[in-house]
Every structure is written in structure tokens, then in C-alpha cells.
């Protein structure tokens, strides 16, 4: 399976814009990346999902390089509500695979 | 709301104990998956259960058993309760089918389990 790498923690403020970079060096052909928020006592919320280059949907944006050994993923205009965990995560495109979750990435957004 | 509910929200039992999680999966997913996620650190896979079968299984021992039923609701079991059983344990529902696709999980609200 392949292994994510992404910064423990990062703060920002109110109406910034997020962007967390993962790296998975050793993706595989049919993985899918694969972004996760999760709040305290509360399951994962699935955030967005890709295979290369951009994806949007209306909560964030999804940047894959060709390489396809990094992502970010980017959260446009942040508010205090956007203080989570963020976790990244390769997804084989297979059937019946279970996730993988690393440390995540802890967002802290202050006023 | 993703749809997949959990109950009970909150148990407390004692060491040696045995306890049963439930999980109902989103209207249209015929697979569930079991994580724990202990304090301050990501879930852990715990197993997956697809046509009432166990379909793929973490480290975890032979004390954390489940069930899937023809609804595709499912049961996790704990016997033996220990003190590092106390987590948080989410039940993900999704739906596999013949076309390969990725395996996009969608979570429960999750069971408090403390075990004193």
C-alpha cells in the first residue's frame, strides 16, 4: 500500500486559503487519492476524491501533477468551522481495500 | 449526513465484558467496514464485510468478530473487553460492485466504548 506524507499541523485565519500538500511517492497505477475532514468525536467526512490532474467540487479543489506523487488539496476561503484533521489517503481501485489513515493534518483557523 | 448511523452513541463496560456495536449502511451500499481510532490518532482498519462475508481483515485478534446481514446492517463484537479497547469505532458503509472503481467509504457518527 502506498504510504502518505503530509505536515502534522498548519494554522491560518479566517477567509484565507488552505492548501495541504500530500506526498505518496510510490502510487500505483490504480490508486485513487483520496481526502478526508474529520472533527472531534465525530467519523470522517469524505471530502473529495481524484486520479489526476484537478478536481472541484464545492467544498474544495483537488491539484494532482502528472507524477501523480503529490496532491494538494486546496479549501478556498476558510472560516472557523474549517478547523479539523484533514487526512490523505491512497485508495486502490480495487474492490474491497481498506483505508489507510496516517496522523492527518491538524488545521487550526484563527479569527 | 452521509446517511450511515451508528448506535449506541456512548457505552461504558468493564474489563472482560463483551460488547455489540451496530451500524446501518446508506441506502444503496452492500459493504461495511470497521475502524477503531483511539485518542489523537487516525482510524485503524479493523475488518470489511461484503455479501455477509468477512472481506479483508486488519491486526486486530480473533476477540473482534462481526456479522453483516441480508439489509447489509452490521454488527461489530468485542469479547473479552481490555482497557485499550476504550476508542472511538466508525463504521464506514460503500458500495462494490463488478466495474472496477475506487472504494469510496462513507462514515458513521461513531461509538464512544470506554472500558473501565
Known amino acids: 500500500l502506498a504510504k502518505t506524507t503530509q505536515p502534522i499541523s498548519m494554522d491560518s485565519y479566517e477567509g484565507q486559503e488552505v492548501n495541504i500538500t500530500c506526498s505518496h511517492n510510490n502510487i500505483a497505477t490504480n490508486d485513487y487519492i483520496t481526502w478526508y475532514q474529520q472533527f472531534p468525536s465525530q467519523g470522517p467526512r469524505f471530502i473529495i476524491q481524484?486520479?489526476?490532474t484537478k478536481v472541484t467540487n464545492e467544498v474544495a479543489s483537488l491539484f494532482i501533477p502528472a507524477d501523480r506523487k503529490s496532491s494538494t488539496l486546496s479549501l478556498p476561503r476558510v472560516s472557523l468551522s474549517d478547523t479539523a484533521v484533514y487526512y490523505c489517503l491512497v485508495v486502490l481501485k480495487a474492490a474491497g481495500n481498506k483505508l489507510t489513515f496516517g496522523g492527518g493534518t491538524r488545521v487550526l483557523v484563527k479569527p | 449526513e452521509t446517511g450511515v448511523t451508528q448506535s449506541p452513541t456512548h457505552l461504558i463496560k468493564t474489563r472482560g465484558q463483551q460488547v455489540t456495536l451496530r451500524c446501518s449502511s446508506q441506502s444503496g451500499h452492500n459493504t461495511v467496514s470497521w475502524y477503531q481510532q483511539a485518542l489523537g490518532q487516525g482510524p485503524q482498519f479493523i475488518f470489511q464485510y461484503y455479501r455477509e462475508e468477512e472481506n479483508g481483515r486488519g491486526n486486530f485478534p480473533p476477540r473482534f468478530s462481526g456479522l453483516q446481514f441480508p439489509n447489509y446492517s452490521s454488527e461489530l463484537n468485542v469479547n473479552a473487553l481490555e482497557l485499550d479497547d476504550s476508542a472511538l469505532y466508525l463504521c464506514?458503509?460503500?458500495?462494490?460492485?463488478?466495474?472496477?472503481?475506487?472504494?469510496?467509504?462513507?462514515f458513521g457518527p461513531g461509538t464512544r466504548l470506554t472500558v473501565l
Open positions: 464506514a458503509s460503500s458500495f462494490l460492485g463488478d466495474t472496477l472503481g475506487p472504494d469510496t467509504q462513507y
Open positions: 481524484g486520479y489526476k
